[in-house]
Structure formats: structure tokens, C-alpha cells
DNA sequence: ATCATAAGATACGCACGAGTATCTTATGAC
DNA sequence: GTCATAAGATACTCGTGCGTATCTTATGAT
């Protein structure tokens, strides 16, 4: 329901009330719709505004839909359980969460972004971020090769990253949440056993 | 370049050329715009005729793009060359090839039409498939037991599809090809130890 | 030669959204 | 109380595409 206001309570929004309901109208309108669905129209009726408010602030919609996003991006924390079996499924259950799954499908949501601007997600993902950042599962192979947990041996990232792939990838092909047995198979008969683990000692994954 | 007749040879085609050339103007509007930018007008323009000859065979724009995915839809052969590790190389490089390749990136090209229509990729996967088809590594893999290569023991599907799932993780990605290097990494590093095998023998990957 | 069919062209009314102009008036600083 | 600023409303022109109506005429069957 939109967020216009009432006739009885004629109280105009600014500064970063209103902003933070234009950004909040345009990540549903976005989520829902759909990078084509992102219409300066559609954001100011969802936030109860006009689109001369909008423009004011975002001139192009490419400047809307990056406001957008930055406003939505926030890196996950790293867990550390004391296990890497459970550092992973703790991990990777946060990566399936509403949140940042919905990052995660912005890859899909704004293919004709990209298309259209010739960028990447990669592109974007740089974009918004402060710094370089180690991979999340590389940071937790190596606490479990320093906890004496895994041998300290050299790597592929490609087998390191295993587990988030293979569940971005299931993402990707469903656009829902991956099961959480699908999260527990991944690490326990795909990604232990490929680092030379076994989940013997594995206990109920929930 | 429309490939609308030239003043000096006004002839009008019918029947399979018109709808052919049709088809495949769809096709490339398709690929090139994505699903937003198939348009009748731009269909039209692009196969050098006009609407109501669209309209006439297809009604609805959801008509004129499965008839032109159909058209472009055909299963991969599988592979057969003695060889696990070879077999699964040749059958993952054809999915890098252009054309198969083309068709798996129709899950983000088709991204609005599947929210549109509350379909999914699975959906259309169904819809254009004449029977249910055994995956085309499990195929692999039952081969590779029946010549003595593998052991038969029970494996997950998970481990089974897994470079599969791993080639088109970094193709929805990217958008482009996968890295040959990348396919020889997916099934050495990867696929191959966890099924038990080592690519010790492995040759050249050319 | 005749003729039914349909290709191709073009125009039309309609819907939708971009982007801006114009207006009223709420609001907070002073 | 005054006043500059901007929120919110509304209207406008323009562009784009939908879907259909209308027309001319190429075409292949007869």
C-alpha cells in the first residue's frame, strides 16, 4: 500500500525521511518488477511522492537504481564456530537468507541493466564495495588450517569456493531459496570430502 | 541489415521463407535485446516485413517466442570416446559452444517472461523436451562403470551433475564463455577425485 | 485470364512512461 | 512574522509500441 500521505495528516517528508521512503519504494518496485519495472513513475507512486522529487535527487535512472542498491548491500559477517563444517553450513544458511539472496539475484534482476550498460555483476559488486575482500571461504579454510582442522597445503580457489558456487548456482537456476538439505549435501558429500574431510563427526545439521 | 526486399526485386515470400526468415530475425532480437526488446515492431522490421503478417501466425508475443525457442532447441549429442575424463571434456565444451551456450543464458535472457508468467526455466525446459532425458553426465558416468573405469557404487546426483552445474554457475555469471582451462579445472580438480578417479593419466587437454 | 489469398505498407487510436513546466503551499531558518 | 526552499500535485509534449483497420498488389491455383 502506498505510503501517500492521509488527507487529515498533510505532513510533507524531507531530507532523509523521504529519501529513505524513496529508496525503500524503489528496492520493492525493483525486487518485485524487475530492473524494467524501475520507473520513476512507479517509484514516486510507491512512495507516495512525485517524480519531480525524484528527479531532483537521481536525474537518471541508472543514478536511482545505484542509490538503491548501495542503500541494500552490506557484506555478510564471517561466523567462526570452531568447526569448518559448521562455519560453512553457518555461512552459507546466511548467503540463503532473504536478504542476501536478493542480492544474489540481482545478477538475474538486472541482466538488462548490464546489457544495456555493458557492465558486469562483477562490475557492480566492485563498485560497491570499500576494498578488496578475501573471499569468505578462503578466510574460513584458513582458520580451520591454523586450528589444525585441515592440512596446510596449496589450494584452487576454484575447489575453496566450491560450496557458495554450486549454491549461487542453484539460486540462480530457481530464483528461491536453496533447501537446507541442499546446503548440508553440498558441504558434506561435495566440499569435505573434495578437501580431503570427512563429515564423520558431522552431527545433525540443524 | 533488414533483410527487407530490395525495390528492384519486389517479390514476396511465403509460406516456410517468410516464417523462417521470421524466426529467425525473433531470434536475434531476442539474443541481442533480450525479452523486453522482443517486440512485434521490432521482429517485423528486422525480418524486413510488417506486423499483421506476425500477428496473423502468432497472436500473442508469449506465441511468437516459444515458437522461436523451439525452433533453436535441440539436445547435445553425447559423447562416447572410451574415456571418462574425454567424455566429459567434449560434452561440457559443447555447452560452452556458442549455440548450446545460447540457449542456458535464455535463464536470465527470459527472466521477465518467467516473472511475468510465474514460469520457470525447468517450465520451458519441459515444455520443449519431447520425453524425460537421462542427464547427459549421469549417461557418462554409467558408461564409464560399464567399461570397468568407476567403481558401482551409489553416487548423489549432487556429484554426479556436478561440472555441469559448475560450467553453467560461471556462464549465468559471465554471459560469455567459459574459459577452457575453467573446464579442464572443473573436471580434474573437482569432478574427477571426488568420483575416485585420478586424472593421472590425463593427457593434454587439446 | 481469373481470382482468392495473403504479403507488405501505412495509418490510426490507445496506453504508458520520460522528463519538464507550472502551480500551491508546507516547512524550517531567521 | 517573514521568506527561501522544496514537497507534492498536475498537466504537458514527446517517443515508443500495441493491435487493428485499410489499402494495393503479388502470387499461385484453377
Known sequence: MSQRRSETTPTRRRGAALE??????????????????????AVAARAGTSKPVLY????????????????HWRPLDIPDTGSLRQDA???????????????????????DYFRET?????????????????PPLATLV?????????????????????????????MLMSMEAVPDETIVEIVDTVWLPLLGLSPHGAQAGH
Chains 1, 2 share one sequence.
Open 20 to 41: 529513505n521512503a524513496i529508496i525503500d519504494a524503489a528496492w520493492e518496485v525493483l525486487i518485485e518488477q524487475g530492473y524494467n519495472g524501475l520507473t520513476f513513475e
Open 118 to 134: 555493458g557492465t558486469t555483476f562483477s562490475d557492480l559488486r566492485r563498485r560497491l564495495r570499500s576494498a578488496d575482500q578475501t
Open 89 to 111: 553450513l553457518t555461512f552459507l544458511r546466511a548467503v540463503n537468507a532473504e536478504r542476501a539472496r536478493t542480492l544474489i539475484l540481482l545478477r538475474i534482476q538486472l541482466a
Open 142 to 170: 584458513a582458520r580451520a588450517i591454523e586450528r589444525g582442522e585441515l592440512a596446510d597445503v596449496p589450494r584452487s580457489e576454484r575447489v575453496v569456493n566450491l560450496p557458495f558456487d554450486l549454491v549461487r548456482h542453484d
Open 56 to 71: 531532483r535527487r537521481w536525474p537518471r535512472r541508472e543514478d536511482l537504481l545505484l542509490a538503491t542498491i548501495a542503500r
